[in-house]
């Protein structure tokens, strides 16, 4: 029994290496989970027997579709996808900006579903990626409404920042409703972000919507409420168990 517990724990801790749809090598894989090349190899192959890995024509793997249906199965996502789709597309309908679903991974925000024209896709997602929590609103949402049994310490100030600002910035987060980037960001990078919290049946927040725009043409503050907005309403549909109607995004 113990080892297989051991072949099941690597294997997760492989299949944790693609994570957002990301491709991988064996030298990847080896890397991040410290297990060597034959290990890797041997267990690749079976996950790709098993279509829970494919390889691509470059000789590298990605997640393959058995999981996706396995994971489209489970109830609570079902019903949170169910529930966010349609206003998530009501919001980009009527903004015409990136908009997506996300929640986190151990220290890092991860999207789990992603709206937006050709227009701009291609540089929303790449200015997105997988922030750690604390760099992004999202993150900062989840971080602000987010403390849990899993994740007891979200709370405590990240290193080096003192601890009553920044339990009073996660405080003003839950006052506002939503976070934003701020005007400092542009200079790094001109993509801003807003997020607003999505609360499950019993209150508690593991997702969070979030909206792109542009720094100089996207009120940030505006974006943030238009977040909320589309919020409350999956949040309002999840506690009746189905998809409301879509009540229209407000700036």
């Known amino acids: 029994m113990t080892g297989r517990r051991g072949v099941l724990a690597r294997a997760f801790d492989i299949l944790g290496c693609f994570a957002g749809g990301a491709e ?22 079976t996950l790709a027997e098993h279509g829970a890995i494919e390889r691509t024509s470059w000789g590298r793997y990605r997640l393959g ?7 489209h199965d489970v109830h609570e996502i079902r019903r949170l996808r169910d529930c966010a ?34 227009k701009v896709a291609g540089w929303a997602w790449t200015a997105l990626g997988t922030p750690r929590l604390t760099e992004h609103p999202g993150g900062l ?19 080096g920042r003192d601890e009553f600002a920044w339990r009073q910035e ?7 409703g939503f976070c934003h980037s701020r005007p400092a960001d ?31 043409e996207h009120p940030p503050a ?5 977040a909320r907005t589309t919020a409350t309403e999956i949040s309002a ?15």
């Open 170 to 176: 996660l405080a003003e987060i839950r006052r506002q």
């Open 85 to 118: 789709r349609p206003a998530l597309i009501d919001l980009h309908a009527t903004t015409r900006l990136p908009v997506a679903l996300a929640t986190r991974e151990g220290d890092r925000l991860q999207v789990m579903d992603k709206i937006a024209g050709r």
């Open 141 to 159: 949402v989840l971080l602000a409404w987010g403390a849990t049994p899993q994740h007891p310490g979200t709370q405590s100030p990240p290193a």
């Open 65 to 71: 579709p058995s999981l996706w249906r396995l994971g």
């Open 24 to 45: 991988r090598s064996v030298a990847d894989v080896c890397h991040a989970t410290d297990l060597p090349p034959a290990t890797v190899h041997r267990m690749l192959a």
């Open 186 to 216: 542009a200079a790094a990078n001109p993509a801003i972000w807003a997020a607003a919290p999505v609360f499950s049946v019993d209150k508690s927040v593991t997702t969070c919507v979030i909206i792109g725009g542009v720094h100089g």
């Open 222 to 226: 505006a974006l943030g409420r238009l």
């Open 237 to 251: 549909g999840l506690r009746l168990g189905v998809a409301s109607p879509s009540q229209g995004a407000e700036a």
